[in-house]
């Protein structure tokens, strides 16, 4: 079946601008994370959803950063007055549950110019 | 110091070698993963642990939930297992700490 789907795969913009970026979890999973990878570094937590439960949002690193996540399957992490900071490859991963493993989709290299 | 140590950071392999590769933590954990990405980004959920051990083909994980520590083992490693591995824990809540990953080369 589909992996985990995420648009667009790369992304240019100017810093200031607000930026948008998709997730299509797999089909049934009620767990969905976003991570950041920035330029060599680690995999960095942002926000994660389960089901209809409250957002855990402890990772995002600035108000600039929101998620949500839309009747329980898609989810949009949007950052708002992009900073060159801001640049990394944005991954999203989805799985059944907390307990299971998780599947990462390919990323959006987000780059601010 | 990191809440998340890998070590080695890079490790470089002959065809046909045993490999393993350590994690640390120090927090309190519900569960660990390994994860691999490869040159290009793709990452790949290996294993995730809560006690015990692991194996999926030429692959085991191994974690001691007492000394905060898990190891991944490759055997009869192959140049296709050039990868980074990524060592990940979940805590009490759900936020997953990351280490800064294994870098590892295998030659043919």
């Known amino acids: 079946g589909a992996g985990v789907s995420q648009s667009p795969s790369n992304k240019v913009t100017e810093k200031g601008k607000d930026v948008e970026l998709r997730c299509d979890p797999i089909?049934?999973?009620?767990?969905l994370y976003w991570y950041r990878q920035s330029l060599g570094q680690g995999l960095e937590f942002l926000i994660y959803f389960q089901g209809n439960s409250a957002p855990d949002k402890s990772g995002l690193p600035s108000d600039r950063f929101s998620a949500e996540r839309t009747g329980g399957s898609v989810s949009t992490l949007t950052i708002q007055r992009t900073q060159q900071e801001d640049s990394a490859v944005y991954l999203c991963a989805s799985s059944w549950g907390v307990q299971q493993p998780q599947h990462f989709g390919d990323g959006t290299r987000l780059s601010i110019l | 110091k990191n809440e998340v140590e890998q070590s080695p950071q890079n490790l470089t392999a002959q065809e046909g070698e045993f490999i393993t590769i350590n994690c640390s933590y120090s927090v309190g954990i519900s569960a660990l993963h390994w994860l691999q990405q490869h040159p290009g980004g793709g990452i790949v959920s290996l294993f995730m642990?809560?006690?015990g051990k692991k194996k999926h083909g030429r692959l085991i994980a191994t974690i001691n939930i007492q000394e905060k520590h898990s190891s991944l083992h490759i055997t009869a490693s192959h140049p296709r297992d050039s990868a980074v591995y990524i060592c990940a824990v979940r805590t009490g809540g759900f936020k997953t700490i990351f280490g800064a990953g294994t870098r590892l080369f295998v030659k043919a």
């Open positions: 642990l809560s006690s």
């Open positions: 089909s049934g999973h009620t767990a």
